[in-house]
Structures are given as C-alpha cells and as structure tokens.
C-alpha cells in the first residue's frame, strides 16, 4: 500500500485524539465545548476530522453530533465518544464509552472485550461471520446484547464506509478477510432490544451527487463542501461558523431536497436501552496491525 504511512498517521492522531477527548467527558463539561477541543486537537497534531465527533449519551447509540447550539451538560451518563480523523483521505476511526453514572462498568468492558475478542480472531481469511458471532457471544457472557444493525466497515480513501461491512452478531456471511483490507470494528453492546432506529433531525450529513444548484449561496456552500470535505461527512455546525446559521440552513435544506447530499441522523436504541461501543481501526496484513493505537 503506497500511502501506508497516511493510514497510520491519521490512526495515531484518532487514537490520541479520542483519549484526549475521554479525559474530557466529565460532569459539568459540555458536550459542544468537547467535540470543538477534540477537533481542535485533530488539527494541532496534524490530520483532519474524517466526521465530526460524534458523542453519543445513554440510550443514542451513535451518531449525535454537537449543534451550533448545543446546550448539552455531561451528567451522570454513559458516553460513547467516537473520533475520525483523515490525513491526504487515510482515516483512522475510533471509539470508547465513558461510565459518569459508576452504574454501567459491565455494559461498557463487554463492547470493548467484544472488541479486544475480535481483534485476536482477525487475520487474512477470517470469515466475517466469525466475527460477528464472536463479538456476539461476548457481549452476550455479559448478559447484554449486540446491536445488530449498526455494523464495522471497510475503510477507503475518503471513504468511511465501504466492504466489507463487519456484523456485530453471526450474520451468516461466510465472505473473508482479505489481504490489505482496512476495517474498522465496532461492537456496541446494550441492555435494551439490539437495535437502533433513525431520527428525523439531522445534522451530520455527506455529499452523495453533485447536481445543479439555483440559490447562489447553496452553490457556494456545495464548492466549499466538495473542495473541503469530498465525500466525507460535515456537520451543521462547521458551515455555520463559516457562512452563518440562517444561510447554511437554507442552502442545508435545499441541497438536502435536490438528493446531493446524505443525511445521519442520531441513532437511538429502540426500548431506551444504555448503550457502549468500542472501536478500532485495522490493516488485514500477513501480520495484522491496530492502526488506531497510541
Ligand atoms: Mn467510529
Ligand atoms: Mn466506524
């Protein structure tokens, strides 16, 4: 692989970069506040976000990014902070759980021995099946459940989901691990139903197709989307702070109706159950190696 060392570059930022953002997580801090020094930090040690940071509380299992006018206080929760970062479109995607109820210490080692079980399985030709079943019977020793509709993934260049999606239970999928794959993992566990829902409001989204835009102002927002983000996901609050809240709405919206953009919104668990996630990044080589270590 000819940009290997962008791989582990941006692998070491998003590990440093999350624990940073762990030490953070406390009560009384705020969750904007947070996600702007991790990203901050992001840029200080040299990578790009590949996502906004994404810091998910209690019963969101993923994908609750910060609004320009966030107002959230960390309480007695349990938070799942998941950091991306890319260097020249090599990312690094990692996540770990914060327990600042002291209630949930089990819920948050059984998605990271779900983790840790995983990645001493994975070596070229793995089956992907085994994984999930693995991450499975671990978080399930800990009488939780896996979420089975969240899964890993494969990562490209400016690409933060491609094959092979990775299952966080037997799914079935007798396909292999191969040779130069780079794949993320990442087990959440839950005592709820196992599964998540989509909300309706988002604020994290991706350019999907370029199409024509009337509005001028819709059209400078798409320029500076496809010049600084590619395809990788941007969040509401970064335009905001560029082209302010009421213009970056507007063109949001438009873009959003004309199908050129993809939205994520939040993802809450389905009866309310808590919810932790682990995660890393992985180079499938003869010998497998943790890109997202520190
Ligand atoms: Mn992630
Ligand atoms: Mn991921």
């Known amino acids: 692989m000819k940009n290997l060392e962008d791989w582990r570059k941006a692998g070491k930022i998003a590990a440093e970069a999350l624990e940073y953002g762990k030490s953070l ?12 020094k991790i990203e901050d930090k992001i840029v200080k040690l040299g990578g790009k976000p590949a996502f906004p940071v994404s810091i998910s509380c209690d019963y969101f299992a993923a994908h609750y990014c910060a609004d320009p006018d966030e107002k959230t206080v960390f309480n007695a929760q349990v938070v799942c902070v998941d950091v991306g970062v890319h260097v020249n479109g090599a990312i690094g995607d990692n996540a770990a759980t914060v327990d600042l109820s002291n209630n949930w210490s089990d819920l948050i080692k059984a998605s990271r021995e779900a983790l840790n079980a995983a990645s001493k399985i994975i070596q070229i030709g793995t089956n992907i099946n085994e994984i999930g079943r693995t991450i499975q019977e671990t978080i399930q020793s800990f009488n939780f459940s896996p979420i089975k509709n969240l899964s890993g993934h494969g990562l490209g260049l400016y690409e933060i989901h491609t094959k092979p999606s990775i299952p966080n239970f037997d799914n079935g999928n007798t396909e292999k691990l191969k040779k130069g794959q780079i794949v993320a993992i990442e087990p959440f566990a839950t005592n709820g139903l196992g599964m998540i829902y989509e909300t309706d409001r988002a604020n994290c989204f ?45 063109a949001l919206k438009e873009l959003l109706n004309k199908g050129i953009l993809d939205k994520f919104p939040p993802l809450p668990e389905k009866n309310k159950g808590m919810v932790s996630q682990a995660e890393n990044t992985f180079l499938i080589d003869d010998k497998v190696e943790v890109l997202t270590k520190l």
């Open 25 to 36: 997580v406390k009560k009384g801090n705020t969750l904007l506040e947070v996600s702007d």
């Open 206 to 250: 991706a350019l999907k197709q370029v199409k024509p835009v009337r509005t001028p102002f819709a059209r400078e927002i798409l320029k500076h989307i496809q010049e600084e983000y590619k395809t990788l996901p941007f969040t509401t609050r970064w335009l905001s702070r560029k082209f302010g809240l009421g213009k970056t709405n507007l």
